[in-house]
């Protein structure tokens, strides 16, 4: 059920906020965010002389199309997003479709930086953008604030060779290391990220979305970031209940990929299908999504240039740190599916910090260290299959994973730029 949370979050100082929490004028992100003319919307949200309030960030990528969101913080502004391939080309411009949403409740954090999530009508922008070129990376701006740019690339035809990062567990607010992650992976280089749920955290009382996108805004210009639901994308900061998911998760993640629903679904890039189950609702054998996964893994092994599949999710189903085994019967998934339908990757989150396990046909990675307060990973390792964990620590961290002909490879990186594991496998 969307809603259930897991953690709650001691308060740190406000000196180990986020890098970088003034900006170059002296104002303070809650100033920035807030809107630096002191303009407001309808309903008295704040708004700066641009109308953008949140993003831009790119979801629901395949070879020839993408689509860019991006919020307003009133009506009517410029609603064009100009592209062009970043090594060069011809200009093109695609106009967005704005559609005014009524949030109702006024989310304030114990944060000096971080703005409310104001009550109000805001206005989310979302842009198709076609006719785009196969294995392509793109520059693009909005037109309504040239600053306000990123970088996409469509996914590539099946057997070339393509990045992705994996990340799970992301509170920049919390002011530990997501920032940190964030400027030893994006150097590397890599095309699109699949998060692994806990995009935001509002019960960690010093976060709101608003400083949530400005400090995630270099992962969201690098590419699509397709995310996975986890417990705290439902979260609220008393712990009554909260309709975070429908009016921010779902307002900004929904409809990221394809051949399913807001909460999992699908896509492909390069002959590689990924898949994502939504772990706050049932995935054993006789619920819906474990037969989605079964007809979509069975139809996507008969398509053309198939060559593997990954899952990715939140919790995990295996792991010996201090969050519970949560996904239920791995093995009865793996014979079923998994061999049948050549899936070697699962990526789980949840659990604060970094594992792997090999076990026959199929490697396991915990990629949750994306800047929440780090776990135990070592507080059940009684668990009867924890001696088929061949690598694990408590550190921050994101994965970047390279799929090219007949190998699929990772780096763990963590905040300091060390690559903490590594492995390289070969896969059909």
Not at 99 to 104: A, C, G, H, I, R
Not at 290 to 311: D, M, T
Not at 353 to 370: D, H, K, M, S
């Amino acid at each position: 059920m969307h809603g259930a949370h897991h953690w709650v979050w001691f308060l740190v100082p406000l000196s180990l906020w986020a890098a970088g929490a003034c900006s170059s004028s002296g104002n303070s992100l809650a100033a920035a965010d807030a809107g630096a003319d002191g303009g407001t919307g309808e309903g008295g949200v704040p708004c700066d002389a641009t109308g953008i309030s949140k993003g831009p960030w790119s979801l629901h990528v395949d070879t020839t199309s993408i689509v860019v969101r991006w919020e307003a913080c009133r009506p009517g502004t410029a609603p064009g997003v100009t592209y062009a391939p970043q090594s060069g080309g011809a200009s093109h411009q695609s106009k967005s479709t704005e559609t005014p949403f009524v949030v109702d409740k006024t989310i304030d954090a114990l944060n000096a930086d971080a703005s409310p999530d104001f009550a109000g009508t805001w206005y989310m922008h979302e842009a198709q953008l076609t006719g785009l070129t196969p294995g392509t990376c793109y520059e693009y701006h909005l037109d309504a604030d040239s600053t306000a740019k990123g970088r996409f690339c469509t996914a590539h035809n099946p057997g070339d060779t393509f990045k992705f990062l994996a990340i799970g567990d992301t509170n920049p607010a919390l002011g530990f290391s997501t920032t940190d992650v964030l400027d030893h992976v994006l150097p590397v280089g890599f095309e699109f990220t699949v998060h692994g749920g806990d995009i935001e955290y509002y019960d960690s009382i010093v976060e709101t979305y608003a400083i949530w996108f400005r400090l995630m805004a270099p992962l969201l210009r690098e590419g699509a970031i397709m995310p996975a639901i986890g417990n705290h994308d439902g979260d609220t900061q008393s712990g009554e209940p909260s309709d975070k998911f429908e009016q921010y998760t779902q307002r900004f993640w929904g409809g990221a990929g394809f051949w399913g629903t807001d909460t999992y679904y699908g896509f492909s890039n390069g002959g590689v299908y990924f898949f994502t189950l939504d772990t706050e609702n049932p995935i054993d054998p006789s619920s819906v999504q474990y037969q989605w996964l079964a007809n979509q893994l069975q139809q996507a092994s008969k398509q053309p240039g198939y060559r593997f599949s990954i899952l990715y999710l939140h919790r995990p189903f295996l792991t010996c740190g201090d969050t519970g085994d949560d996904v239920p019967d791995l093995m009865q998934m793996q014979q079923q599916l998994f061999i049948p339908y050549k899936v070697p990757l699962v990526i789980q989150a949840h659990m604060h910090g970094y594992e792997r396990f090999e076990i026959p046909n199929l490697t396991l990675v915990t990629a949750a260290g994306g800047g929440g307060a780090l776990g135990n990973v070592n507080a059940n390792t009684s668990r009867s299959y924890c001696n088929e964990r061949v690598a694990s620590g408590a550190f921050f961290h994101g994965d970047v994973f390279t799929v090219s002909p007949g190998m699929i490879s990772m780096e763990a990186i963590d905040d300091k730029g060390v690559v903490r594991d590594s492995f390289s496998h070969t896969v059909p």
